[in-house]
Nanobody, 115 residues
Framework: QVQLVESGGGLVQAGGSLRLSCAASGIIFSINTMGWYRQAPGKQRELVARITPYGVSNYAGSVKGRFTISRDNAKNTVYLQMNSLKTEDTARYYC?????????WGQGTQVTVSS
């Protein structure tokens, strides 16, 4: 049974930082590309960042230079360091496989950025 458990969200002022974590179980984590996705109210879920098993990362243009994705294969955990947060980053954040997330969505973690 695949489980993806996100944590680390919260309320932060614009310009602040948060670090999200996602603990995975039920998959062979070390061979999968992982992604962080987000969904804002009234919008479609979008890919924010992804990282290959070897640590090669890629970012959406809207977060490039502000967010950093990393992973610890020994802990089956993927992270998202978010700096210089903007109000438009407000969303529920999820981790999942990339490019095929299947139906492994967890509960996500809410990030709210106030002005």
């Amino acid at each position: 049974q695949v489980q993806l458990v996100e944590s680390g969200g919260g309320l932060v002022q614009a310009g602040g930082s948060l670090r999200l974590s996602c603990a995975a179980s039920g998959i062979i984590f070390s061979i999968n590309t992982m992604g962080w996705y987000r969904q804002a109210p009234g919008k479609q879920r979008e890919l924010v960042a992804r990282i290959t098993p070897y640590g090669v990362s890629n970012y959406a243009g809207s977060v490039k230079g502000r967010f950093t994705i990393s992973r610890d294969n020994a802990k089956n955990t993927v992270y998202l360091q978010m700096n210089s947060l903007k109000t438009e980053d407000t969303a529920r954040y999820y981790c999942n496989l990339y490019p095929d997330p299947r139906n492994y969505w967890g509960q996500g973690t809410q990030v709210t950025v106030s002005s």
